[in-house]
Every structure is written in C-alpha cells, then in structure tokens.
C-alpha cells in the first residue's frame, strides 16, 4: 500500500475525441451562420496542430483543437443570446492584451 494521498493524485487527462471527431466538427462549422469566419480559422488551427503532430509524434494539439472548437460551437447559441439581449461590451478589453498573442 502506498503513502501518498489520494489528493496528490494528477488528475485523469481528458478523454481523447473520436477518430472522426474533427471532421463532425468541421461539418457543424460549416453549417454555422459564422462559417464564413469560423471555417478558415478551424483549418488554420486544425494545420498548425496537425503540422505540430507530425513533427512530435503526439496527438496532443489536434485533440485541443477539437476540444476548443467544440467548446466555442456549444458557447456560441448562448453568446448569441447575450449579444441579442443588448448587453453592451464597449467597456471590455481585447483578449489579446491579457493573455498575449495567440500561437
């Protein structure tokens, strides 16, 4: 039996997404009223992690890229309603300016 404590533990990684997980994605992007913005952006993400992949031999990056993007599709119909019901975001901050440039 060991000593450490269970709370010392790392937490369980993420489950990897489906094998054809990014090409479901990509079809949900694509029927999506932003596509015209949104499906050039996934390609750029999705080659730079695929590109990424190839050179280390780990799935890592194109499993965070599904990731992200599905996050972003099952966001979108509620930012949709909270930009809809007027609230005003004028007073905000880029992204960019707190966490920096993205890679």
Same mark, same amino acid.
């Given at each position: 039996?060991? &000593?450490?404590?269970?709370?010392?533990?790392? @937490?369980? @990684? !993420? @489950?990897? *997404?489906?094998? !054809? &997980?990014?090409?479901? =994605?990509?079809?949900?992007? !694509?029927?999506?009223? $932003?596509?015209?913005? /949104?499906? *050039?952006?996934?390609?750029?993400? /999705?080659?730079?992690?695929?590109? %990424?992949?190839?050179?280390?031999?780990? =799935?890592? $990056?194109?499993?965070?890229?599904?990731?992200? /993007?599905? +996050?972003? =599709?099952?966001?979108? *119909? !509620?930012?949709?309603?909270?930009? $809809?019901?007027?609230? %005003?975001?004028?007073? +905000?901050?880029?992204?960019?300016?707190?966490?920096? @440039?993205?890679?």
């Amino acid at each position: 039996m060991s &000593a450490e404590s269970v709370h010392q533990l790392p @937490p369980a @990684p !993420a @489950p990897a *997404p489906a094998p !054809a &997980a990014a090409a479901k =994605l990509r079809a949900r992007i !694509a029927a999506h009223t $932003a596509a015209g913005r /949104w499906l *050039p952006a996934f390609d750029r993400d /999705w080659d730079a992690a695929l590109e %990424e992949s190839r050179q280390t031999y780990y =799935l890592t $990056a194109l499993h965070d890229v599904v990731r992200a /993007w599905q +996050g972003r =599709l099952d966001t979108a *119909p !509620a930012v949709a309603a909270l930009i $809809a019901s007027g609230f %005003e975001d004028t007073d +905000g901050v880029a992204l960019e300016d707190v966490i920096g @440039p993205r890679r």
